[in-house]
């Protein structure tokens, strides 16, 4: 006897519990009810988070806040009333520790631009004083502390000089983004990783400490397959200037120096006014410097559009708390999948789909969160790392097509040339991820 079918368009119950419908071959359907989506259609809850993943994923590649919120409202749309919706805005720009990361994050990039502008950061370059194989490291690792869209193209004609002609162009691409991007894995003013960590709710240096590792092997796997076979030396113009080599790097480092100091010295109500005074002073510093006057600093504004960060922020949080409210994670939660395979896999493909960390981020860490609890730095370094390898491999993240057209070669060619070292930092994640997941 087969037993009967029973079919709930609506869940009315307190606690999330399971009800099993079998067959024959005593398969089992699931049909979760849960308190978050209690009141509404699981199947509609269900299609506005599988049509808001989708619209986040089209519309984030062209601009990421405004796929954030259309993702937010069609969420809300299938799962939320106007009431909840308000409820999640409010929360949102209510809280002063969101306030706060907008205006940092908007502020990193005009300290950026402000180092651009007044050729800081060209003497930094500049004084560096080192071989070929450590200047095509550091070089566009140091312009990588840029944020900014399509900022491999400041770093490209450095890679492409440093490299010289009988480099493949392959390799310069590939050096480009790799060195580019694996410095941002423990960059304190990063806005990712920033922002990251304050959805998971952890310290950002404690969890810089985790990343360590995960940066050494990149740069190690960097120096073994895109490195090694590039000989001779580099002929630097003008005479070695120390003032020219510190002064810009001071700017740079005084932001998360002040940042740790103060939040080790005094008690702060938001961690962030910690960050927000560091980046401060530092951009304070790179206009002193720099001696840029009015004109210099709208010139920086238009140029960095600094806006478009802090608004990202905004629409980030707005479509957590909307997730949160939303039902979506604990339904997410009773899905029997390994936490290795969440936190390895499916943060590195939806790294890849995405072409962005902070997309493929409010996505996995809320799920984990409300599955497990808390998120260890340890798991967050696992997580955030898989989501940053399918970043940077990826054709639809920004500086993997700038660097192949300005170095003339082709995406298959790059992805030839990366796909090696990926596919071994992958793996060792993995490894690393059996062991403490």
Not at 177 to 188: D, E, K, N, Q, T
Not at 336 to 358: D, E, K, Y
Not at 406 to 422: C, E, H
Request: charged share 10%.
């Amino acid at each position: 006897m087969h037993r009967a079918w029973y079919f709930y368009s609506e869940l009315h119950i307190e606690n999330c519990m399971y009800v099993g419908v079998g067959i024959r071959n005593e398969i089992l359907v699931f049909f979760l009810q849960c308190q978050g989506i209690e009141g509404r259609k699981p199947m509609l809850a269900w299609t506005g988070f599988s049509l808001a993943i989708l619209s986040l994923i089209c519309l984030s590649r062209r601009d990421l806040a405004l796929g954030m919120t259309v993702a937010s409202v069609v969420l809300a749309a299938f799962t939320l009333s106007l009431a909840e919706l308000g409820q999640a805005l409010l929360a949102t720009i209510a809280d002063p520790s969101v306030l706060l990361l907008a205006g940092v994050v908007g502020l990193i990039p005009m300290v950026g631009g402000a180092l651009e502008v007044s050729g800081q950061m060209d003497r930094l370059v500049g004084n560096m004083r080192i071989g070929r194989k450590p200047f095509l490291a550091v070089s566009p690792a140091l312009l990588g502390m840029l944020p900014m869209p399509g900022g491999a193209l400041l770093s490209a004609p450095l890679v492409e000089s440093g490299a010289g002609a009988d480099t493949p162009a392959d390799t310069k691409a590939a050096v480009n983004i790799w060195f580019r991007h694996a410095i941002l894995l423990i960059y304190p003013l990063g806005p990712t990783l920033i922002v990251s960590a304050k959805i998971a709710g952890l310290d950002l240096y404690q969890v810089i400490l985790f990343l360590a590792p995960a940066f050494l092997l990149m740069f190690v796997l960097g120096y073994l397959f895109l490195l090694r076979g590039v000989d001779g030396n580099i002929g630097y113009k003008g005479r070695f200037s120390l003032r020219g080599l510190l002064t810009p790097l001071l700017i740079i480092l005084i932001a998360p120096g002040l940042d740790v100091v103060v939040k080790r010295a005094f008690y702060l109500p938001y961690p962030e006014i910690g960050t927000a005074l560091g980046v401060t002073v530092s951009f304070v510093l790179a206009v002193a410097v720099g001696r840029l006057r009015a004109t210099d600093i709208r010139r920086v504004w238009q140029k960095m559009q600094p806006w478009k960060f802090s608004l990202i922020i905004f629409a980030m949080f707005i479509f957590l708390n909307v997730f949160n409210l939303s039902g979506i994670p604990q339904a997410l939660a009773n899905i029997n999948l390994l936490p290795v395979i969440l936190c390895v896999v499916v943060a590195f493909a939806l790294g890849m789909v995405t072409g962005r960390i902070q997309t493929a981020a409010s996505i996995i860490i809320p799920i984990f969160l409300y599955r497990y609890g808390t998120m260890s730095s340890a798991v967050f370094a696992v997580t955030y790392f898989a989501i940053f390898l399918g970043y940077i491999i990826t054709p639809i993240h920004p500086c993997v097509s700038i660097s192949v057209r300005y170095f003339s070669t082709s995406i298959a060619a790059l992805l030839k040339r990366l796909s090696v070292p990926v596919a071994i930092a992958v793996l060792v994640n993995l490894g690393i991820a059996f062991l403490i997941i």
